[in-house]
């Protein structure tokens, strides 16, 4: 197949259309059509072969996780999302490989509604790049700046749980088959907490999505916002089979250190704390408090009040 055969065959046969697409795939350009008094919120993320995924990963996975860790930066934002770009490298045009990449991505397109409105497609080393474009009510976006001291600090979700699937899936680590299943399905299908995000507008005082692990994460919310804090690492929420696999220890440093985990870290002053619970319970997602916001510009980790010590920071492109 070429080129323009493929485009057209895989990508163009979307179930999502929305009404504020004027012109989608094909021209040079695709036209959409923003909301009144809204921003538009953008974000990109690369997904490359060996760095971010193995080369043996089920395509659906990676097309459904190449555009949920972008749709997490939107959540993280509390935006809702509207139109994405496909930039996709591939060494060759397998046909197997580009069905099941195609299945996974719209899958994904069409619960978030979001709509694919153009991209490109080269032949090189196999590599992924979307661009979401949401919206969001001026002045509503969720940022990491805008912690205060006494703020509280919470996460959804459970931590740690796609880095330990990882190592599982390399040998480094090994469970039983029921909690392995579950751990490699967090690791290959992410959930962007967007309704969460868009719950927590008018509530959370900073918010980030988790990429590159809470101990790495947290210190840009820490600086944006000029503030510190503590986290009470034995509250980090752990699941079931990360407990049963490995020691508290090893648990904790995936959960700190990891990577991956596409979790909402967000504050709350004390006077919405009341409101968390009716705002987040139409999201369908548990969240746990870890900490709390400290004047001092200084991240303390501790374990019953005793410091704590990660075997690392997070996960990081250049060391
Ligand atoms: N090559 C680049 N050019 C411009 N901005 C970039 C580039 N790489 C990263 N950024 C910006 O730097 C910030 C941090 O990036 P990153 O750590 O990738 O964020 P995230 O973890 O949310 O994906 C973001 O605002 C991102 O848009
Ligand atoms: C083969 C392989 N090695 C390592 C990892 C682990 N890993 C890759 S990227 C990453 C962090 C998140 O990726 P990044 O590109 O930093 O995303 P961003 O922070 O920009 O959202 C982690 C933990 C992986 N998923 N696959
Ligand atoms: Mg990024
Ligand atoms: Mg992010
Ligand atoms: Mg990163």
New binding site residues.
């Given amino acids: 197949m070429k080129e323009f055969q493929l485009i057209e065959h895989y990508f163009t046969g979307q179930s999502q259309h929305r009404k504020d697409v004027k012109l989608g795939i094909g021209d040079d350009c695709a036209l959409v059509k923003p909301a009144e008094n809204k921003l538009l919120a953008i974000?990109?993320?690369t997904l490359v072969e060996n760095v971010h995924f193995l080369p043996q990963m089920p395509p659906q996975a990676l097309g459904y996780k190449a555009l949920a860790?972008n749709l997490?930066?939107l959540a993280?934002m509390g935006a809702e999302p509207a139109w994405m770009t496909l930039a996709l490298t591939m060494p060759s045009a397998d046909d197997v490989w580009l069905q099941g990449f195609a299945a996974g991505l719209f899958e994904a397109a069409d619960y978030y509604m979001i709509s694919l409105v153009g991209g490109d497609t080269t032949r090189g080393p196999k590599s992924i790049t979307i661009t979401v474009h949401g919206q969001v009510p001026e002045g509503k976006a969720l940022t990491r700046k805008g912690a205060k001291p006494g703020d509280w600090i919470y996460v959804t979700g459970t931590l740690g749980d796609s880095a330990l699937g990882l190592d599982i899936l390399q040998g480094r680590q090994s469970t039983s088959n029921e909690h392995r299943e579950f751990l490699i399905n967090r690791h290959y299908h992410p959930s962007p907490r967007v309704l969460a995000g868009q719950s927590l507008r008018g509530l959370a005082s900073s918010a980030?999505?988790l990429?590159?692990g809470l101990n790495s994460?947290i210190r840009?919310v820490l600086k944006a916002s000029g503030v510190g804090a503590v986290i009470d690492v034995e509250k980090l929420p752990l699941s079931p089979a990360m407990r049963d696999s490995v020691t508290l220890e090893t648990a904790l440093n995936y959960a700190l250190c990891g990577g991956e985990d596409y979790e909402l870290l967000f504050t709350v002053p004390e006077a919405q704390r009341g409101a968390l619970d009716t705002a987040l319970s139409h999201a369908g997602v548990r969240f746990t408090q870890i900490g709390q916001i400290q004047p001092v510009n200084k991240l303390k980790l501790q374990f019953k009040g005793e410091e704590f010590v990660p075997t690392q920071r997070g996960f990081e492109h250049f060391q």
């Fill in positions: 974000s990109t993320d860790v997490s930066d993280a980030i999505d990429s590159d994460d840009h």
